[in-house]
Nanobody, 114 residues
Framework: VQLQASGGGVVQAGGSLRLSCLVA????????ISWYRQAPGRQRELVAR???????DYSESVKGRFTISRDNAKKTVYLQMNSLRPEDTANYSC?????????WGQGTLVTVSS
């Protein structure tokens, strides 16, 4: 199982970024995928999750600003991030539970300057 996140970078407050996560697994379309983030000195937190339905869930801190989506043909999950704030600065990584094990990608760094 491999998860490869990309799309991070430096952006000014109020700007946008789109993150991508390529998930190399069989049966991708039946799997829920999540985005997590971890800022320096803070615990990792769940940002958004998309099921196979697909239904979506968001943390309160990003609701209305971030949108998670998936392309099953490309085995890719996206995180569109709008109206970015300095407090969104973190390493963003994607996650899957596969065969009852947790797998994480290496993450992509998002820095939002004020």
């Amino acid at each position: 199982v491999q998860l490869q996140a990309s799309g991070g970078g430096v952006v000014q407050a109020g700007g946008s970024l789109r993150l991508s996560c390529l998930v190399a697994v069989d049966n991708f379309r039946n799997k829920a995928i999540s985005w997590y983030r971890q800022a320096p000195g803070r615990q990792r937190e769940l940002v958004a999750r998309i099921s196979n339905s697909p239904s979506t869930d968001y943390s309160e801190s990003v609701k209305g600003r971030f949108t998670i989506s998936r392309d099953n043909a490309k085995k890719t999950v996206y995180l569109q991030m709008n109206s970015l704030r300095p407090e969104d600065t973190a390493n963003y990584s994607c996650h899957i539970v596969y065969n009852w094990k947790n797998y994480w990608g290496q993450g992509t760094l998002v820095t939002v300057s004020s």
